[in-house]
T-cell receptor, first 117, second 114 residues
Framework: AQKITQTQPGMFVQEKEAVTLDCTYD???????LFWYKQPSSGEMIFLIY??????QNATEGRYSLNFQKARKSANLVISASQLGDSAMYFC??????????????FGRGTSLIVHP | GAGVSQSPSNKVTEKGKDVELRCDPI?????LYWYRQRLGQGLEFLIY????????KSGLPSDRFSAERTGESVSTLTIQRTQQEDSAVYLC????????????FGSGTRLTVV
C-alpha cells in the first residue's frame, strides 16, 4: 500500500507568488517524520524541511513552510515568493518505524513545479 | 568528505554484464540507503544498512541485486546479469537513523543498459 501520495503531477506558478504542493500520508504509528526534498534537473536531492509527528508547530525554513494537518494526515509544502530557481521536482517522504525498528524513508511520486517569469 | 560520494557518475553497460556501484557516506552516518529512480519516477527503496546490524534487503527487486557495507563506511551495490529494465539512476543516502535533519543524498549513478 502506498504510504505517501502526491496527487499533483505538475504545478505552475507565477514568479513571486506562493504555491502549495500537496502530500498525504498513511501510517498507524504515532511517531513518524515527514520530509520534503527538491530535485532540480541536475538530479541532486536537496533536503528542504522536516516535520515530526509530535511537533506542536508547523515547520518553517526560510521561504518553505509545512502546513501539517495531523488529523487529515496531510503535510503540504508551501513555497512563498516563488523564484525561477524553484523550478524542480518536489518529493514528500515519510519515515516511520517498521517492524524491527527500521526507519526507512518512503517517497511519493513527486510534483513537478514550474515557475513562470 | 563533506558529502555523500557516488561513483561512477555514469555507467553504460551491455545487457548481461555485472556492474558495481559505490557509495561513500558522510563520516559518522550510521544509516545508509540505496534507492533506484527510473526516469520521471519517484524513489524506490532498495536496501538499508544501520551500523553493524543485518541489512534490510526488503526492497531488492531480484536476486541479481546485492549490496554490502563494511561497518559504517563504503557500500557497494552490485547488479548481476544486467537487464534493460535496470536502467535508472541509483541514489545513495546517509544519515542518522532517526534524524530531524533529513538524509544527505549523493549525486547518483546513472546506469544505462544497452
Amino acid at each position: 500500500a502506498q504510504k505517501i501520495t502526491q496527487t499533483q503531477p505538475g504545478m505552475f506558478v507565477q514568479e513571486k507568488e506562493a504555491v502549495t504542493l500537496d502530500c498525504t500520508y498513511d501510517t498507524s504509528d504515532p511517531s513518524y517524520g515527514l520530509f520534503w526534498y527538491k530535485q532540480p534537473s541536475s538530479g541532486e536531492m536537496i533536503f528542504l524541511i522536516y516535520q515530526g509527528s509530535y511537533d506542536q508547530q508547523n515547520a518553517t525554513e526560510g521561504r518553505y513552510s509545512l502546513n501539517f494537518q495531523k488529523a487529515r494526515k496531510s503535510a503540504n509544502l508551501v513555497i512563498s515568493a516563488s523564484q525561477l530557481g524553484d523550478s524542480a521536482m518536489y518529493f514528500c517522504a515519510m519515515r516511520d518505524p517498521l517492524g524491527g525498528g527500521s526507519y526507512i524513508p518512503t517517497f511519493g511520486r513527486g510534483t513537478s513545479l514550474i515557475v513562470h517569469p | 568528505g563533506a558529502g555523500v560520494s557516488q561513483s561512477p557518475s555514469n555507467k553504460v553497460t551491455e545487457k548481461g554484464k555485472d556492474v558495481e556501484l559505490r557509495c561513500d557516506p558522510i563520516s559518522g552516518h550510521t544509516a545508509l540507503y540505496w534507492y533506484r529512480q527510473r526516469l520521471g519516477q519517484g524513489l524506490e527503496f532498495l536496501i538499508y544498512f544501520q551500523g553493524n546490524s543485518a541489512p534490510d534487503k526488503s526492497g531488492l527487486p531480484s536476486d541479481r541485486f546485492s549490496a554490502e557495507r563494511t561497518g559504517e563506511s563504503v557500500s557497494t551495490l552490485t547488479i548481476q546479469r544486467t537487464q534493460q529494465e535496470d536502467s535508472a539512476v541509483y541514489l545513495c543516502a546517509s544519515g542518522a537513523s532517526v534524524t530531524n535533519y533529513g538524509y544527505t543524498f549523493g549525486s547518483g549513478t546513472r546506469l544505462t543498459v544497452v
